[in-house]
């Protein structure tokens, strides 16, 4: 079909910029890369998203040159123009990320970090906003004029945000309310708009807002399900949403065919007559991919299982695999495995950073590191709880933000007659007693997909992690992986109430109750993780979620 016409894109190459070009692409727009100062003023539309830390993203625009053809760009005013996430955040003052840095200074205030009592930080996942005036961007619109309505969900991935105040209300359409107090989510004048959330991940919803804000209102979307629906409790509308992500475990089959599998306790092999037989094969990790988005998934993760032994950037189908992925699934993006320094056959070396890199310009959001954290941790513990700065963890942290820095953990039972007998944290389990009658119980960390039990648990790793400036837990347990028993809560509560950072629960969702339990029994847990039950077509997203909205916990629907 024929081009809706131009829009320029600027991509100053510090994340995934891929999935706002994928959506472009999608909504029928031709995209034209920036590439010097005056391709700004040249621009017909212009979209700006901003990834990264503050201070680095303004040194990048001042060393292109970049900064005051933006600010002429939005200053006239005649052409549209919108930014995303940091590209909202940079329109204002400054912001005290990055030890306080000026950004453009078109739009009073700053940005501050989030504040609250026992807050989750970064803010991750699905949140709604409350549209403060009229707009033609019919996902947030007032559709009543008497009270602020509420819009569908969208999703956000952030730890600092600007506030509405006397000086910048001339700008505000939206706040969202997260923390202390309401931020702003959404920022529009004329033809000048930014969101702080991300419409190239917000699913369909977000789609819509970009279409209609580059086709200046005149979407040709399908837009029947516009506004949530007020059957359902203002507890399950509301608030950010408990997120429902789907797992897909990936490895090259005997046959080398890139495979999604599945394993019990991580054991992946079919079982015949007691040997171990073929790795387990439960589909195509693009097509799965876009399955799960179809159905409503919040986010999608894939983990290279071998990623342990594998050169991860030989590993070139993993790229790929992205790389098609995130043409047609526009929530956030997950890979793990193999997220580590290594030096390849020609003894060419490549740091954790540059192979974290070629994931996120390959589409990917976050990236989720296993084994490495576990050594990264003891190091840590073993120099007085510090970190050198030159970890996995804080080289991609530092350049990416710890929102893009997940830590997959494996750990496993490890049952005591007597807690005095760990260093680690141990709890007295009534979930299930040890092979003996133990009563006490810790989580060992484990390396290499369980192969190798480390001195060190789950509760220990995550604190090491939050401080080195993880964004994001994603917690395995190798004895309920497969079982289909329910998550482990009692693993899952002792992790959740030990760090500020999102927890993801993971392993052993057999039923959609299993989720609205963990989500119960632990409501510092922000997201649950299901592999198995989705692969076999047991179970759908979207039970899931309904159990969820029964039992009154804020859901997107
Ligand atoms: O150590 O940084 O190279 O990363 C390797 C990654 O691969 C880690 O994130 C590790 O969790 C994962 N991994 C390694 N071996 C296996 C295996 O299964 N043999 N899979 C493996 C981990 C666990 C979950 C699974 C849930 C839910 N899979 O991701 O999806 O347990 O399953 P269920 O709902 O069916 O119970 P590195």
């Not at 602020?148 to 991935?157: D, L, M």
């Not at 094969?281 to 693009?286: F, I, R, S």
């Not at 192969?451 to 080195?468: H, N, S, T």
């Not at 998550?487 to 052993?508: N, Q, Y």
């Amino acid at each position: 079909s024929a081009s809706k016409g131009e829009v320029s894109l600027l991509d100053y190459g510090a994340g995934n910029v891929r999935s706002v070009r994928n959506a472009m692409q999608k909504l029928g727009y031709t995209v034209k890369d920036i590439k010097s100062p005056e391709d700004i003023l040249a621009a017909k539309k212009l979209v700006f998203p901003g990834v990264g830390a503050y201070g680095s993203a303004m040194d990048i625009l001042r060393e292109r040159k970049l900064i005051e053809p933006l600010r002429e760009y939005v200053l006239d005013g005649t052409k549209p123009f919108m930014g995303v996430c940091l590209g909202l955040q940079l329109l204002f003052d400054g912001s005290e990320e990055s030890g306080g840095v000026e950004g453009l200074g078109l739009i009073p205030g700053t940005v501050t970090k989030f504040t609250g009592d026992d807050l989750i930080v970064p803010h991750i996942g699905w949140n709604v906003n409350e549209v403060k005036r009229e707009s033609y961007l019919i996902y947030l619109q007032k559709d009543d004029p008497s009270s602020a309505s509420v819009s569908e969900r969208v999703y956000f991935v952030h730890s600092y945000r600007a506030l509405p105040n006397e000086n910048n209300k001339d700008w505000v359409l939206s706040t969202c309310d997260y923390g202390s107090e309401p931020f702003i989510s959404a920022v529009q004048k004329g033809n000048v708009m930014a969101t702080q959330f991300h419409p190239e991940k917000s699913g369909f919803t977000g789609l819509k807002i970009f279409d209609q804000f580059l086709s200046g209102g005149k979407s040709e979307m399908e837009t029947s399900s516009a506004l949530p629906s007020s059957a359902s409790s203002d507890a399950v509308r509301k608030g950010l949403a408990k997120r429902v992500i789907a797992c897909l475990d990936v490895r090259s089959n005997d046959a080398g065919d890139l495979v999604v599998t599945k394993g019990d306790s991580y054991d992946v092999r079919e079982k015949s007559e007691g040997e171990s037989g073929d790795v387990r094969n439960l589909g195509k990790p693009v097509e799965l991919a876009k399955k799960y988005f179809d159905m409503g998934a919040d986010e999608v993760s894939f983990l290279n299982i071998t990623g342990y032994r594998d050169t991860p950037l030989k590993d070139a189908p993993m790229i790929d695999v992205l790389k098609l992925s995130s043409e047609t699934v526009f929530v956030p993006l997950t890979v793990g495995g193999g997220i580590r320094d290594f030096t390849d056959s020609n003894g060419k070396h490549y740091s954790s950073l540059e192979v974290a890199s070629a994931y996120f310009a390959s589409g990917a959001d976050k990236v989720s590191i296993g084994s490495d954290a576990v050594e990264v941790a003891e190091k840590f513990y073993a120099n007085n709880e510090q970190g050198d700065g030159t970890s996995s963890i804080e080289t991609i942290s530092n350049r990416y933000g710890s929102q893009a820095v997940v830590i997959s953990i494996d750990p496993r039972r490890k049952y005591e007659t007597d807690p005095k007998n760990t260093k680690n944290k141990c709890i007295e389990t009534k979930r299930k007693l040890g092979p003996n009658g133990e009563k006490y119980c810790w989580f060992q960390c484990t390396i290499k997909g369980g192969r190798e039990g480390r001195d060190i648990g789950a509760y220990e790793l995550a604190i090491a992690m939050e401080k080195l400036g993880a964004g994001e837990i994603l917690l395995n347990c190798i004895d309920e992986d497969g079982q289909g028993n329910g998550f482990d809560h009692e693993l899952v509560k002792m992790v959740a109430d030990a760090v500020k950072i999102p927890v993801i629960a993971s392993s052993g969702a057999g039923h959609p109750r299993h989720f609205s339990e963990v989500f119960g029994a632990v409501p510092a847990c922000s997201a649950a993780l299901a592999a198995g039950i989705f692969h076999r077509d047991e179970v759908t997203v979207k039970e899931c979620k309904e159990d969820m909205a029964k039992s009154g916990l804020p859901t997107r629907l």
